[in-house]
């Protein structure tokens, strides 16, 4: 039989480039005389910024210190063992990089062992085990705490989840097995599936303690200390931790149901991870744990060599990396103070702007509109949102008075922009009235200001093209609720220099957004794809398929909403009016839909009722459409969908209007809300065959988002 230290050594040498985290043991008489005590500290030599992960040389060092420490223990040299991390990250589980480097399931399988026997030696050792979850603490970060004894978490830890099933995997090294045994089915599928596909929601130390995952909660700046003294309390027998019993009975199958109706909902059964989670949960019921763990390991090799997983790790990859390092963005050095900021407009976009931008620049910003009962309204806005913050207690009394006297109105350009250094408009999406309000704004700013438009589609270049400075213009593309969506696409238009693209692109880093760059083309990037998407289901519901075969027949990407929620999401009148410009600019692709047309021409606000509860076509929409008789099978529908956005997307690559297909997936995962489980939409329509189908190559190498061969 294979040990565990021939596993990890066998599965190191497939992962050369690990960040190993060593396991330092160090030995203190803890308080009170209650004993020595055997503390285990998880580093990885590097500061908090490269948090610390568990590959497989990582796993062998924990082992070889639960080595040295179970035998003190059986000897009667220590009372207790700890585990706790380096300073703010306790650790953040298994090393990804490695992952994605495996071939073999064997391999995969290997992984999953390998954790496990690691790990479940914390439950066996002679004396009791203790975890102190001090900062940041993930994945295997939670799953190693949970095989011990007790745990104690830091007030002040930022972020804790089992994110697993976000990138396509289970939590499996004990997580889908001790987290419902530990504190219920139904806070258990909260944790693992609820929070995971709400874009990785992560608790706070708070929220840790008050689940029930941690047993005592101690304030962040003497966290170890107190963490000690309650060690010694629990060992002195001076502390009982009486944990409330698990229901185990109808409670724990009614979690199981709401998880998997959590999943229904938000993958439509397009990703198997949430599914898989969910069977280990509910056979966990009998609290067998060793066959929960062999659950646990069957299910992470199986969804490591899938193709899902491996798109769950690139657009992790794309967020984490590529997003926060722009391609073609130009040097940061070029970029110039922002001290001010003006917004032209006082709407619902334009009030949501002036509130994102004094929260993240912590400058004055003034809103200017056509009279000042809309100024009113759109301050009023920021000014009420600022108070919903503090009472949800995002914000103190201190800081939102100070955000609060940041945004003011004035219904005079000259005096509120003279000395702004970056005004941008939201004004109504008409290329008239944007040059004429950036022609009233060049005359009344400063040389250096940068002038910014919001557009979701019209040209950069031709707005700026009447400006005696037209290089300082930059498109700086948001998307709604703007508090939201992390996507901002920064558009270069013809004149545009470098020293306004690196402001705008260093604006946008301290709006804590996910900037690319994009080409000065119709509609950029999402709207441009969703314009195309959503174009050919009307269409196809247009020649005569009926409204819930056209939309049923793209559950299986798993999308968020179906495409006409989504049509209401954005307004009818607007999507009208960007097909209206892509059919301009592509006749041949992009169609104006007469039904579309009449939908907005009679005032609706989308095709559907929502009185039940449940989106139902709106009567009064059914008898508007007018059909032909062709009628499709969701499967016709769905290929002809998937073919049309990939030849879209190749068409946009051959014109430059991102650098690579790495952008689109990263600009519809932040900017739609593309399912990371997809990997944006190019890995898809390449595991689907659709790209070879249709342009002859796959958008991505074999191994990019995908087993490697």
């Known amino acids: 039989m294979t040990t565990t230290a021939e596993l990890l050594r066998g599965a190191a040498e497939l992962f050369p480039d690990e960040v190993v985290t060593q396991a330092h043991v160090r030995h203190l008489d803890l308080p009170q005389g209650a004993g020595r005590f055997a503390l285990i500290t998880l580093d990885n030599g590097l500061d908090h910024t490269k948090p610390t992960t568990f590959g497989p040389a990582s796993l062998a060092n924990l082992n070889a210190a639960l080595d040295q420490v179970e035998k003190e223990a059986a000897e009667g040299e220590i009372v207790g063992i700890g585990v706790t991390g380096k300073p703010f990250i306790f650790a953040v589980g298994a090393d990804l990089k490695g992952v994605e480097l495996l071939k073999r399931h064997e391999d995969a399988l290997a992984i999953g062992r390998g954790g496990h026997d690691v790990f479940k030696r914390l439950s066996t050792l002679a004396v009791p085990t203790f975890a102190y979850y001090n900062g940041a603490a993930m994945g295997g970060g939670v799953e190693v705490g949970l095989h011990c004894a007790y745990r104690t978490v830091s007030a002040a830890l930022p972020a804790f989840s089992l994110p697993e099933v976000f990138l396509g995997l289970v939590p499996g090294w004990g997580g889908c097995t001790l987290l419902p045994n530990l504190i219920g089915a139904d806070r258990a599928v909260t944790v693992i599936i609820e929070n995971s596909l709400n874009q990785n929601r992560q608790l706070k130390g708070k929220q840790v303690y008050e689940l029930g995952i941690a047993d005592a909660i101690f304030e962040g700046a003497d966290f170890l200390e107190q963490s000690l003294i309650w060690t010694a309390s629990v060992l002195r027998g001076e502390i009982q931790v009486v944990r409330p019993e698990v229901d185990r009975g109808e409670a724990w199958d009614a979690a199981v149901e709401r998880g998997r109706a959590i999943a229904d909902g938000k993958v439509h059964g397009a990703a198997p991870a949430a599914y898989r989670a969910l069977d280990i949960i509910a056979a966990a019921k009998n609290g067998d744990l060793r066959q929960g763990f062999e659950a646990e390991d069957a299910a992470l090799a199986d969804l490591i060599m899938s193709g899902e997983l491996r798109s769950g790790i690139y657009a992790f990859n794309l967020v984490q990396k590529r997003g926060k390092r722009p391609a073609g963005a130009p040097d940061k050095s070029l970029a110039r103070p922002v001290t001010k900021v003006g917004v032209v407009g006082a709407g619902l976009m334009a009030s949501q702007l002036a509130l994102l931008f004094a929260r993240r620049l912590e400058v004055p910003v003034v809103l200017t509109d056509i009279d000042q009962e809309r100024i009113d309204k759109g301050v009023g806005y920021v000014h009420a949102e600022i108070d919903k913050l503090?009472?949800?207690?995002?914000?103190?009394?201190?800081?939102?008075?100070?955000?609060?006297?940041?945004?003011?109105?004035?219904?005079?350009?000259?005096?509120?922009?003279?000395?702004?250094?970056?005004?941008?408009?939201a004004v109504f999406e008409e290329m008239g009235v944007k040059q004429q309000v950036f022609a009233e704004v060049e005359a009344v700013v400063p040389e250096h200001a940068i002038l910014a438009t919001n557009t979701s589609s019209l040209s950069v270049s031709e707005m700026a093209s009447k400006l005696r400075h037209p290089e300082r213009v930059v498109g700086f593309h948001f998307f709604n609720p703007v508090a939201v969506l992390p996507l901002l696409e920064i558009v270069r238009g013809d004149k545009t220099?470098?020293?306004?693209?690196?402001?705008?692109?260093?604006?946008a880093k301290k709006l804590k957004k996910t900037a690319v760059l994009v080409k000065d083309a119709p509609a950029f990037v999402v709207n441009r794809i969703l314009t195309r998407f959503l174009g050919e289901i009307q269409n196809v519901i247009d020649e005569g398929t009926p409204v819930e075969v056209a939309e049923r027949a793209v559950e299986p990407l798993g999308l968020p909403m179906s495409p006409l929620v989504l049509l209401e999401l954005v307004g009818p009148a607007i999507g009208l009016h960007v097909s209206e410009t892509l059919h301009q600019a592509f006749p041949d692709r992009f169609t104006v839909s007469e039904n579309l047309k009449r939908v907005v021409e009679a005032g609706k606000r989308g095709f559907y009722v929502h009185d039940s509860g449940k989106p139902e076509l709106d009567p009064e929409v059914a008898a508007l459409l007018e059909q032909g008789d062709t009628v499709l099978t969701e499967e016709q529908v769905r290929l002809r969908v998937l073919e049309a956005v990939a030849q879209e997307i190749g068409l946009m690559l051959d014109e430059g209007v991102v650098a690579e297909a790495q952008d689109i997936d990263l600009c519809l995962i932040t900017g739609a809300g593309w399912p990371f489980h997809l990997g944006g939409i190019t890995p898809y329509l390449d595991r689907e065959g659709v790209s070879e189908r249709v342009l002859g190559h796959r958008f991505l190498a074999p191994g990019v988002a995908s087993v490697p061969a």
């Open 390 to 425: 503090l009472l949800k207690g995002r914000v103190n009394q201190d800081k939102a008075n100070r955000l609060k006297a940041a945004v003011t109105g004035s219904l005079d350009k000259a005096a509120a922009f003279s000395d702004a250094d970056f005004v941008i408009e």
């Open 497 to 507: 220099d470098d020293a306004s693209l690196a402001t705008a692109f260093g604006v």
